[in-house]
T-cell receptor, first 112, second 113 residues
Framework: TQLLEQSPQFLSIQEGENLTVYCNSSSVFSSLQWYRQEPGEGPVLLVTVVTGGEVKKLKRLTFQFGDARKDSSLHITAAQPGDTGLYLCAGALSGGYQKVTFGIGTKLQVIP | DSGVTQTPKHLITATGQRVTLRCSPRSGDLSVYWYQQSLDQGLQFLIQYYNGEERAKGNILERFSAQQFPDLHSELNLSSLELGDSALYFC????????????FGSGTQLSVL
């Protein structure tokens, strides 16, 4: 059982489409991070959200932290082939130093 | 380039053997994390060190051990290797130990034959 559940696990869309991926938990997190990983490489940090209800934008990517700090979403507008990759959410539980847990990821393929 | 260096990049060995994976964190980062990534399990947290001391432990097998040295580099030792240990092993570092911003190396692909 994953502490952080990501959905969908696989997503294949056409270039120009919009998409949203979700990261859900029953636990409260002090912060949540989103990473993107390409084959043969380590994950690369995209954003950290800290405050419940927080929304952050990174070009065509919009990240939201749930009000209760238990979930997060990533929305991509007008997806491009360069967005292809594995999107991972990660978080540390509230209450001091805790192990950082990752979701299993959403594998996104954007078809030209 | 994340600034985190992992060696070797690929490792092929036989069951029952022992291997050592090495990680040099980004300059100035005090915390090192080790993760195992497999297709069915995703990124599984193994262990975290902060300034030489073990800070948190995850699903690390007793056959595995790690340490962080005074110069802050870390080693992950895997012994009595089994076929199921084949995976990508990642090291990550952060400035502080709260895991908010992890910088990952490129990983070591371990193949146990």
């Amino acid at each position: 059982t994953q502490l952080l559940e990501q959905s969908p696990q696989f997503l294949s869309i056409q270039e120009g489409e919009n998409l949203t991926v979700y990261c859900n938990s029953s636990s409260v997190f002090s912060s949540l991070q989103w990473y993107r990983q390409e084959p043969g490489e380590g994950p690369v940090l995209l954003v950290t959200v800290v405050t419940g209800g927080e929304v952050k934008k990174l070009k065509r990517l919009t990240f939201q932290f749930g009000d209760a700090r238990k979930d997060s979403s990533l929305h991509i507008t007008a997806a491009q082939p360069g967005d292809t990759g594995l999107y991972l959410c990660a978080g540390a539980l509230s209450g001091g130093y805790q192990k950082v847990t990752f979701g299993i990821g959403t594998k996104l393929q954007v078809i030209p | 380039d994340s600034g985190v260096t992992q060696t070797p990049k690929h490792l092929i060995t036989a069951t029952g053997q022992r291997v050592t994976l090495r990680c040099s964190p980004r300059s100035g980062d005090l915390s090192v994390y080790w993760y195992q990534q497999s297709l069915d399990q995703g990124l599984q947290f193994l262990i975290q060190y902060y300034n030489g001391e073990e800070r948190a432990k995850g699903n690390i097998l007793e056959r595995f051990s790690a340490q962080q040295f005074p110069d802050l580099h870390s080693e992950l030792n895997l012994s009595s290797l089994e076929l199921g240990d084949s995976a990508l092993y990642f090291c990550a570092s952060s400035v502080v130990g709260d895991g908010e911003k992890l910088f990952f190396g490129s990983g070591t692909q371990l193949s146990v034959l």
